[in-house]
T-cell receptor
Framework: NAGVTQTPKFQVLKTGQSMTLQCAQDMNHEYMSWYRQDPGMGLRLIHYSVGAGITDQGEVPNGYNVSRSTTEDFPLRLLSAAPSQTSVYFC????????????FGPGTRLTVT | GEDVEQSLFLSVREGDSSVINCTYTDSSSTYLYWYKQEPGAGLQLLTYIFSNMDMKQDQRLTVLLNKKDKHLSLRIADTQTGDSAIYFCAAVSGGYNKLIFGAGTRLAVHP
C-alpha cells in the first residue's frame, strides 16, 4: 500500500491564481481531512469528509473548496490564492472517523507571492 | 468547539525524562492523542488515552490524564536524540467528527 499520497510536494503561486492540491489514499478509508500547518499555530483543520459525497467545514475553511467524488480522492482547491495561504498542507485519512488513527501524507509546501 | 493548548518548546538532556503538557477545553472528548512529527514528515500517532483512564504506559511513554483539570501529559523516559521532534496533543471535538490539534511542542534533546 502506498498509504496517503499528496501532489505536488512544492508549489509557488502568484496572488490570485487557483490550483488544486491532490490527495489520494489506497486503504479504503472513509474519513479524510485537510490541515494546514503554520509556525506556532499547529495544525488547523480546513475541511473533512466522512465518506464519498459528504464534506464539511473545519476550523479555517475560507478560501478553500473540497469535493469527495470517490472514496480514494479528496482534492483541495484554492480558488484565488492569497499570501495568507502560504503554508504546509497535510492530508490525512482514517478508517471511519476522527477518533480513529489518522494516517498523514507527506505534505505540500505552498508559497503564495 | 474544542481548543487544545500546549507549550511550544522543551529542551532536555539525553537520558533525562521529558514531560510535555497539554490542556483542552471540551470535557466530552472521548479520546486524547499524542502525535509525533519528525523533520520534513507528516504526523504519526504515538499513543492515545481513553477518557475514562487516568494513566497509560507504553514502553518509555507514559500518558497521564486529569479529567477534572482537562490536563494531559506525555512523559518520555530516558529521552534519546532520536526523540527530537514536534509532539502534538489532539482531541476530538465533542459532538463533531473533527480532530483538533494543539500548536505542537518542539522537543530538543542535547548531549
Amino acid at each position: 500500500n502506498a498509504g496517503v499520497t499528496q501532489t505536488p510536494k512544492f508549489q509557488v503561486l502568484k496572488t490570485g491564481q487557483s490550483m488544486t492540491l491532490q490527495c489520494a489514499q489506497d486503504m479504503n478509508h472513509e474519513y479524510m481531512s485537510w490541515y494546514r500547518q503554520d509556525p506556532g499555530m499547529g495544525l488547523r483543520l480546513i475541511h473533512y469528509s466522512v465518506g464519498a459525497g459528504i464534506t464539511d467545514q473545519g476550523e479555517v475553511p475560507n478560501g478553500y473548496n473540497v469535493s469527495r467524488s470517490t472514496t480514494e480522492d479528496f482534492p483541495l482547491r484554492l480558488l484565488s490564492a492569497a499570501p495568507s495561504q502560504t503554508s504546509v498542507y497535510f492530508c490525512a485519512s482514517s478508517r471511519q472517523g476522527a477518533e480513529d488513527e489518522q494516517y498523514f501524507g507527506p505534505g505540500t509546501r505552498l508559497t503564495v507571492t | 468547539g474544542e481548543d487544545v493548548e500546549q507549550s511550544l518548546f522543551l529542551s532536555v538532556r539525553e537520558g533525562d525524562s521529558s514531560v510535555i503538557n497539554c490542556t483542552y477545553t471540551d470535557s466530552s472528548s472521548t479520546y486524547l492523542y499524542w502525535y509525533k512529527q519528525e523533520p520534513g514528515a507528516g504526523l504519526q500517532l504515538l499513543t492515545y488515552i481513553f477518557s475514562n483512564m487516568d494513566m497509560k504506559q507504553d514502553q518509555r511513554l507514559t500518558v497521564l490524564l486529569n479529567k477534572k483539570d482537562k490536563h494531559l501529559s506525555l512523559r518520555i523516559a530516558d529521552t534519546q536524540t532520536g526523540d527530537s521532534a514536534i509532539y502534538f496533543c489532539a482531541a476530538v471535538s465533542g459532538g463533531y467528527n473533527k480532530l483538533i490539534f494543539g500548536a505542537g511542542t518542539r522537543l530538543a534533546v542535547h548531549p
